[in-house]
């Protein structure tokens, strides 16, 4: 594990204001989604989660026919598909289109597909400017950071923070109200949308019997994205096609629950291609990029798979309990929490990231809450079992391998295994409440002493089981 | 046809040919290979009479913020309208409902024939945006909008309040109902939204704020 992440991790557990910011926002998110799953819709909500599951199934396992599917259907209703292997051909084909249009400026609304890709640096290099839409999005953007919560950006911040910022980077008077702060936030975003040229968009699916995208949101950046810019530009993870219309109903009524506690979010957009002739207004030209970085490696594994059945609810980082203590910012990729912590692994390789499924109490809540039940618990065991084989191929278990030939040697040997426990219960514990805080200098190195840095040891009991053993009244004979 | 994703055509196409080649084999599946049958489709609509029907569609649009208006006739909902929009600049939709209750023939309301440039001026500019919608859906109190050239997508996006007519044979009970109802959505227009309440926020602290980017405020009346 990386020292940075270490240092970022304790940095946010010291902040009180963070803890507090981070703690009670899930919180809020956990009361509102359990309010709108009652007891009475509880059998339908899993009939729901189990339809989701075996739809993404099937459509994961057949991807190349609905690929394929889903191009033709967009071409014929005049749009472009382009595929993509990484970020930087996404860059490349925006610019290219920019500069053949002769565009400035560009909008984007909320999309952890582009976060991913750093698509806003990758515009802003280039000499675009490039204005983020979702207020949660345009406060991190200011901030010069990056989202801390898949659904809530800047969940981080407190309306403090945020009163600060502005006032910094906008020259408004500072006011923690967060009705105000919307109020300019709407203001001096209208000017841009108005102004646009380009609107760039995620999709939360895109339907491969229509050619469709649908677009979930609750305050209409999204849709002024892709209403007043002349060109639309929708940048879609390969995995988030699904086959029909008819499949989406399901979808919208767990995404919605599962994220914000809401039965349907205020705008779902259902785009089928740019403007038609019957039209007013929309988008003149239609773009949808299919991105790949590194979804066909991930394709590959039959129980992994899985993992690319996401909908982006953000509802098992809002119930983990790592999560809740140590923050998005902590996560080394844009995705955090248990759902992060099983796909960054499987992106960036168990090098960079295999770290992440043991930061994981296994207590199971987000397998729990996934509204489109991918095993998340078994997967981050899955992964943490390859960390651990990875480690042993490259012999750097040496500390491990140690300490259990120690403890077999000792397990072995009756008379080592009393010495031993005899001189441990000689440790003094008095100080500190008979809890082992410390261990003689020369046993206070590797895991041992880490292990101790931040826990206590119980005491060892006055008596061994092996005394007590031998104290014990003399057995009675048989009863016959 | 594929665009090319680095600006030379051939390499968009390769690039193409590439990921769909990694997809079929990481899925173990070849070129053309007929795929089986997708799990049915689930969906479940509701009998429900009229009567339910308005009341859960208030009850729902109220939770939400939004107000609804049950109009005894034509010229009750152009009455309430008028109201509505009393003082304030207004701009309206070409839909039919709007055109037999009248509203175009309020002083406040500027209605089309349009332009794409003085709609989008007019929208930038109304204080309330009148606008048919297509359906309701009772148990969510949403609104479902089909953009057509008499219905832009604008009116009901860029005005601080919305006020949208709809017609009680359409209101349907619930989301299932719409795509059962509507099962060629995408052919109608290629712009269909569904409207739950009034844009809102809660990205500062969880605290929820109408009126973000869209509408901060919904009136449904009912002809």
Redesign the interface.
């Known amino acids: 594990m990386e020292t940075s992440v270490l240092v970022q991790i304790q940095r946010v557990l010291e902040n009180p204001k963070l803890q507090d910011a981070i703690y009670s926002s899930t919180a809020r998110l956990m009361e509102k989604r359990r309010a709108a799953i009652p007891p009475e819709l509880e059998q339908e909500f899993q009939r729901w989660r189990e339809q989701a599951h075996q739809i993404k199934k099937h459509t994961l396992e057949n991807l190349d026919h609905y690929l394929e599917l889903l191009e033709k259907r967009v071409t014929e209703r005049g749009g472009h598909v382009i595929f993509a292997r990484d970020g930087g051909q996404v860059a490349d084909f925006i610019l290219e289109l920019a500069k053949r249009h002769g565009a400035h400026l560009v909008v984007k609304s909320k999309s952890m597909t582009t976060e991913e890709i750093h698509l806003t640096k990758r515009l802003e290099q280039a000499g675009f400017e490039s204005v983020e839409t979702d207020l949660g999005e345009y406060i991190v953007q200011l901030a010069n950071e990056r989202p801390s919560h898949i659904v809530a950006p800047a969940l981080h911040k407190t309306r403090y923070d945020i009163a600060e910022l502005f006032h910094q980077r906008l020259g408004v008077e500072p006011d923690p109200e967060p009705e105000h702060q919307t109020q300019i936030a709407r203001r001096t975003l209208r000017e841009k949308f108005l102004q646009a040229d380009i609107g760039i968009t995620g999709a939360n699916f895109v339907i491969a019997e229509t050619g469709s995208i649908v677009i979930v949101e609750n305050e209409g950046n999204a849709r002024l994205s892709t209403t007043l810019p002349p060109i639309h530009v929708a940048i879609a993870g390969i995995e988030k096609v699904i086959p029909r219309l008819a499949d989406l109903a399901v979808f919208l009524k767990l995404l919605g629950r599962s994220a914000t506690g809401q039965p349907l979010t205020v705008y779902t957009s259902i785009l089928t291609g740019p403007r038609r002739n019957n039209e007013l207004d929309g988008p003149r030209q239609f773009y949808l990029i299919l991105l790949d970085n590194g979804r066909t490696r991930v394709l590959a594994d039959r129980t992994r798979r899985q993992s690319l059945y996401c909908i982006r609810c953000g509802a098992c980082l809002n119930h983990c309990p790592v999560y809740r203590k140590i923050g998005g910012h902590s996560y080394p990729w844009v995705y955090s929490g248990p759902i992060g912590a099983v796909i960054t692994p499987q992106f960036q390789g168990l090098d960079e990231a295999g770290w992440l499924p043991f930061a994981s109490s296994l207590c199971g809540a987000c397998g729990e809450v996934c509204p489109v039940k991918i095993d998340l618990p078994q997967l981050l065991l899955d992964l943490r079992y390859d960390a651990v084989k990875a480690k042993i191929r490259e012999n750097k278990n040496r500390w491990e391998r140690l300490s259990f030939r120690l403890w077999a040697a000792v397990m072995k040997r009756p008379k080592l295994y009393e010495l031993v426990s005899t001189a441990l219960g000689l440790i003094d514990t008095e100080e500190t409440n008979g809890w082992l805080r410390r261990v003689p200098g020369i046993f206070a190195l590797g895991p041992l002493k880490a292990w101790l840095q931040y826990r206590d040891f119980p005491p060892p009991p006055p008596q061994s089981f092996r005394q007590l053993w031998r104290l014990r009244p003399p057995a009675r004979e048989a009863l016959d | 046809?594929?665009?090319?994703?680095?600006?030379s055509g051939g390499v968009?196409l390769m690039?193409?040919d590439?990921?769909?080649h990694?997809?079929?084999?990481?899925?173990g599946?070849s070129?053309g290979?007929?795929?089986?049958e997708?799990?049915t489709?689930?969906?479940r609509g509701q009998q429900m009479p009229l009567e339910e029907r308005i009341r859960k569609f208030g009850e729902a649009l109220e939770k939400l913020g939004g107000k609804l208006h049950v109009a005894a006739s034509h010229s009750d909902a152009k009455h309430y309208v008028a109201a509505l929009v009393a003082g304030k600049r207004a701009v309206a939709s070409g839909a039919s409902v709007l055109l037999e209750c009248q509203i175009t023939e309020l002083p406040e309301v500027q209605a089309g024939p349009?332009t794409?440039e003085t709609?989008?001026q007019a929208c930038?500019s109304a204080d309330v945006g009148i606008t048919g919608a297509d359906y309701g859906l009772a148990?969510?109190g949403?609104l479902v909008l089909f953009?057509?050239?008499d219905e832009?997508?604008?009116i009901s996006?860029l005005p601080p309040v919305h006020v949208a007519m709809l017609r009680k044979e359409r209101l349907l009970a619930s989301?299932?109902d719409l795509?059962l109802e509507v099962?060629d959505?995408?052919?109608r227009?290629?712009?269909?939204?569904?409207?739950?309440?009034?844009?809102?926020?809660?990205?500062?602290?969880?605290?929820l704020?109408r009126?973000?980017?869209?509408?901060g405020q919904i009136h449904v009346v009912l002809v």
């Not at chain 2, 046809?1 to 600006?7: F, Q, R, Y």
């Not at chain 2, 990694?22 to 899925?27: E, G, M, S, W």
């Not at chain 2, 009126?211 to 509408?215: E, K, R, S």
């Open positions: 046809m594929a665009v090319a994703a680095t600006g968009g690039e193409r590439h990921i769909l990694l997809v079929r084999t990481a899925i599946r070129v290979q007929v795929p089986e997708p799990p489709v689930l969906l349009w794409l709609l989008r930038a148990d969510t949403s953009a057509t050239t832009p997508r604008m996006l989301l299932d795509f099962p959505l995408a052919e227009s290629s712009s269909v939204v569904i409207i739950t309440g009034p844009s809102r926020t809660a990205d500062i602290e969880q605290i704020v009126g973000v980017h869209g509408p």
